[in-house]
Structures are given as structure tokens and as C-alpha cells.
């Protein structure tokens, strides 16, 4: 196991990679190139700058998050093909400045969605939230206007320059249905799983967040019946998965151990952190399992048992405490909060065993 943190960069992240090399136990950063649309070929340059900044600071960078993966490939349309030729190099490139582990994920048109990036706590902290009632009948433009006029535009996917095109986007995926989008996931694997057999490099799918369709758009990646298909439809042991407990862990219908039970073997990257289920809506809790529905020690238990080869691991989205302002989930204080208690559970797992 490898404890790590996401970092997002030199002047996009409010977290330094000092603060970061102190945390105990963290010994790396999950970093990206964030500033390269998706589609576009990771040059090697730019990955061996950010890997030696990394490694100046005594931290590891084996593990990115995330290559993302274009809309053009997940729609299956002839730009998708020219996307894909690039991600074969960004992969032949990653694998170059020694990354094991890539973290990408197949939500159409958005990522992550939350509609509160500050709620209020009864211990005066503030959590990210997601209440269905915010979205159902709501079009993405409503959802936009309302961000504009907050003036919250954190969330990945929902950046104003795309405001534009998200017409366009949502008209190019009318009709798309789950499997037609389950063709296209396998297509992108099944195109890119030789040169990762070549490089060593092993692509971990992350989760739905949250794990249902949203929009009217389609979402493959939600549940235990999701991952059998994944792992049958492309058997090589590339094709593994980033175990968000978060996300999976937002709806009550996926039991998390069993499925790492389950899928150990194939579970690469786990992003950990703990949610408040409730229906129709859930909010984000600190790390510890008394703060939410999950049972955080059976989960780390079960990756201990089953996933015993190395699994990168994360601290997820953290709350907003001691008055701290950065990124929504991803600030210093509760993500290095989340690390200490993780790292307990994986000693008492450990030597428990
Ligand atoms: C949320 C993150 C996701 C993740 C992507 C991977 O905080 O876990 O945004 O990075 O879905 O492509």
C-alpha cells in the first residue's frame, strides 16, 4: 500500500508538496497535467518536469489522476479514434517517467457532480453535498446559471469555458444508451490494453459519482453488476479499478467489502473517504466510520485481505475546517486528518492479521 495525496499543481493547488511531505505515512502525489484539455497527447516533457518537482520534494508520483478521456471517445465518433491514438502516447509517455497506475473515468459530459460545496456541519465545519431535488428536473443550463450566479465553478467539468458547448454535447449524446456507451468503454480498452500490456502501465476506472444517471445521461459504472462486466468484457489484468468508497458508497444498494471482495484482484487505486446516505440525497462526512454510513475498518479489512499486491490509496474529498479556504474537498487540514486515520486502520489491520 502507498499512501498518497492528490495534488493538483503549482499555482492551481492551495496545498504545497512541503505541506504534503509531512503529513506521516503520505509518501506521494496523484498529479495530472490539469491544464491539457482531454484528447489532447501528454507531452513527455512536461511529464518528466512534473515528475522531478515531485521528486524534489521527496514524494513518488506513480499513480495520475486522471488521464481523462474525451466525450468524442466515449461518444465512439471518428475525432474518438484520433484521441485515442493520442492517449496511446500519453500512456507510452506516463509510462516513461515510471507512472504504474492511471485513474480516468467514462461519465459522460461531467464528472464528480455535487449540488452544495459548503454544507453546513453541526461542528461548524462545511462538507460537499448532493441532493437529487437540485437536479431532477433541472437542465445542465439551469444548474450553470445558478453556479454563475454563485460564482462556484469548482467542480471538474462544470468550468465556465464550457458553458458553450454543453448544448452541442448534450444533443451529441441523445439516443446514446448504456450500452451503447459500454460498447465504446470496451472499443477505448480494448484499443489501449496492448500498450499497456507493453508498458507495465494499468488503467483503473474510476466510479459514477453519484453512482445513478444524471441529465438523462447514461452511467455504467455504479455498481457490483457494472465492474462483472467490465472485468468479463476486457479479462486483461490492466483493466482494473479505482475503488471509490465514496462514490460506490453513496448508494445503499452496493455492499462496499463484499465488492472488494469481490474485485480485490482488479482494484488498483483506492480513493477512501466516508458519506451520510440518505434517501435521495447524501452529504460527505469526515474519514472516521461514526461519521458517516460506511464501515471504514471493514473496508480497509477487506483491501488488506484481498487486494494484497500494491494498491495505491487516497484520502478523498475532505470537509472545510479551522477556517482553511482552498479547492472544495480537497483542502490540507481534513485530507491530512483522513491520511493518520487511514494509516491506524491499515497498522491495526495489519498487524492484526
Ligand atoms: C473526485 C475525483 C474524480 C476523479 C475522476 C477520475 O474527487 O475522485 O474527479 O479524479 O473521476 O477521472
Redesign the pocket.
Do not use: A, Q, T, V
Given at each position: 500500500m502507498q499512501m498518497t495525496l492528490r495534488w493538483f499543481g503549482n499555482g492551481l493547488d492551495t496545498v504545497t508538496l512541503d505541506q504534503i511531505r509531512q503529513i506521516p505515512g503520505v509518501v506521494g502525489v496523484v498529479p495530472a497535467l490539469h491544464d491539457l484539455p482531454a484528447g489532447e497527447v501528454w507531452p513527455l516533457e512536461r511529464l518528466q518536469a512534473l515528475r522531478d518537482t515531485v521528486h524534489a520534494a521527496g514524494l513518488t508520483m506513480e499513480c495520475i489522476?486522471?488521464v481523462?478521456v474525451s466525450d468524442d471517445i466515449k461518444l465512439g465518433n471518428a475525432t474518438g479514434q484520433k484521441h485515442i491514438q493520442n492517449y496511446i502516447e500519453s500512456i507510452r509517455n506516463c509510462a516513461a517517467v515510471g507512472v504504474k497506475v492511471i485513474?480516468?473515468?467514462f461519465m459522460p459530459v461531467f464528472?464528480?457532480t455535487r449540488t452544495d460545496m459548503a454544507m453546513p456541519l453541526s461542528d461548524g465545519s462545511t462538507c460537499l453535498c448532493y441532493d437529487a431535488k437540485h437536479v431532477e428536473g433541472k437542465s445542465p443550463e439551469d444548474i450553470f446559471r445558478e453556479l454563475s450566479e454563485s460564482g462556484d465553478f469548482a467542480m471538474?467539468g462544470w468550468e465556465p469555458f464550457r458553458i458553450p458547448t454543453i448544448k452541442a454535447l448534450f444533443a451529441a449524446y441523445k439516443g446514446v444508451t448504456a450500452d451503447d456507451l459500454r460498447a465504446n468503454l470496451k472499443a477505448f480498452l480494448d484499443a489501449i490494453t496492448p500498450v499497456c500490456e507493453e508498458c507495465g502501465v494499468k488503467m483503473a476506472i474510476?466510479p459514477d459519482d453519484p453512482p445513478w444517471p444524471i441529465f438523462g445521461l447514461p452511467r455504467i459504472l455504479s455498481t457490483a453488476d457494472d465492474l462483472r462486466w467490465l472485468f468479463s468484457a476486457v479479462p486483461s489484468e490492466m483493466n482494473g479499478s479505482t475503488f471509490?468508497t465514496g462514490s460506490f458508497g453513496a448508494g445503499s444498494f452496493n455492499d462496499l467489502p463484499a465488492m472488494i471482495r469481490e474485485f480485490g484482484p482488479r482494484i488498483y487505486f483506492a480513493?477512501l473517504r466516508n458519506v451520510e446516505q440518505r434517501p435521495g440525497w447524501f452529504n460527505e462526512t469526515a474519514h472516521l466510520s461514526s461519521a458517516g454510513s460506511l464501515d471504514m475498518y471493514a473496508i480497509v479489512k477487506a483491501l488488506h485481505d484481498c487486494a494484497p499486491h500494491w494498491v495505491f490509496v487516497r484520502p478523498?474529498?475532505g470537509r472545510m475546517l479551522w477556517g482553511e479556504t482552498a479547492r472544495p474537498?480537497y483542502g490540507l487540514y481534513d485530507r491530512a486528518l483522513g491520511a493518520a486515520y487511514l494509516n491506524g486502520l491499515f497498522e491495526a489491520v495489519e498487524k492484526g492479521s
Open positions: 489522476e486522471s481523462n485513474c480516468y473515468n464528472d464528480w471538474p474510476h471509490c480513493h478523498d474529498h474537498g
